[in-house]
């Protein structure tokens, strides 16, 4: 029987960047894998969540328990989202019976796109080619609220060419946050300029991620200070070395 899979899109990728989500579509359908797209799905409610907006965290969060409640996997490009749903989903929604048991049906298909190609489908090599240097940042909450550690390890390993470096201070916090960027400024400009320079000491010409968040606020960072470092979600990078790798 077919697998029905469903993209959690996240709002970031969806408004900013479109093609990591096209990215992690094309590697699953090279997967066998056909993934569909139920647009009533809107965000997570993690903003709203974080902010002490219970209420308005749960208006949102509803467009996602109806979206996905005819799926059997559920796939997201950010541990972060993945991470709402598994950590705060079931007590966010244990007010209703019906929206318990539905959050409570969510929790255990929803995955990190990493996760899900080395836990569900089993793969690790996907035939990418990518002759680089490139250096890892782990998301904090992808590795810490999720569990995301060793998976995207484990498919940049398998990418011919690929020479990756540590990263100094990995597990540091980028200063992102979502809304602690906002209402820290200062603090968060100070994280970021640190990993910014942790990044530019490894030498590597890619830094590459699983959440555009984090992503978004380094890159930006690195960008004001002049410095010459690609930036790339996960997906991204394996599609592009799929691609190099077929040629």
């Given at each position: 029987?077919?697998?029905?899979?469903?993209?959690?899109?996240?709002?970031?990728?969806?408004?900013?960047?479109?093609?990591?989500?096209?990215?992690?579509?094309?590697?699953?359908?090279?997967?066998?894998?056909?993934?569909?797209?139920?647009?009533?799905?809107?965000?997570?409610?993690?903003?709203?969540?974080?902010?002490?907006?219970?209420?308005?965290?749960?208006?949102?969060?509803?467009?996602?328990?109806?979206?996905?409640?005819?799926?059997?996997?559920?796939?997201?490009p950010s541990g972060s989202c993945a991470g709402m749903v598994h950590h705060h989903y079931p007590s966010l929604f244990d007010a209703d019976p019906d929206e318990t048991r539905s959050a409570r049906e969510l929790v255990p298909?929803?995955?990190?796109?990493?996760?899900?190609?080395?836990?569900?489908?089993?793969?690790?090599?996907?035939?990418?080619?990518?002759?680089?240097?490139?250096?890892y940042h782990p998301s904090c909450h992808?590795?810490?609220?999720?569990?995301?550690?060793?998976?995207p390890l484990q498919l940049l390993a398998g990418v011919r060419g690929l020479d990756l470096v540590p990263l100094p201070h990995a597990e540091d916090c980028c200063g992102f946050g979502g809304a602690f960027a906002v209402k820290m400024p200062e603090i968060s400009t100070a994280m970021a300029t640190e990993k910014a320079d942790w990044v530019t000491e490894t030498g590597a010409e890619v830094l590459?991620?699983?959440?555009?968040?984090?992503?978004?606020?380094?890159?930006?960072?690195?960008?004001?200070?002049g410095r010459s470092v690609r930036v790339m979600h996960l997906a991204e990078l394996l599609h592009e070395g799929m691609e190099q790798g077929r040629g």
């Open positions: 029987m077919r697998m029905r899979v469903a993209l959690f899109v996240t709002c970031l990728v969806d408004n900013f960047y479109p093609r990591v989500a096209e990215s992690m579509v094309r590697i699953l359908n090279s997967c066998g894998v056909e993934v569909e797209f139920p647009p009533e799905q809107t965000c997570c409610g993690q903003p709203a969540f974080n902010s002490g907006y219970a209420q308005q965290a749960r208006v949102v969060g509803r467009t996602l328990l109806e979206a996905f409640a005819d799926f059997d996997y559920v796939v997201s298909k929803t995955y990190e796109f990493s996760q899900f190609l080395v836990h569900v489908l089993g793969v690790t090599d996907l035939g990418a080619f990518f002759p680089h240097r490139v250096t992808g590795s810490r609220l999720l569990g995301v550690k060793e998976e590459v991620g699983t959440d555009m968040g984090c992503l978004m606020n380094i890159g930006g960072r690195l960008r004001h200070m």
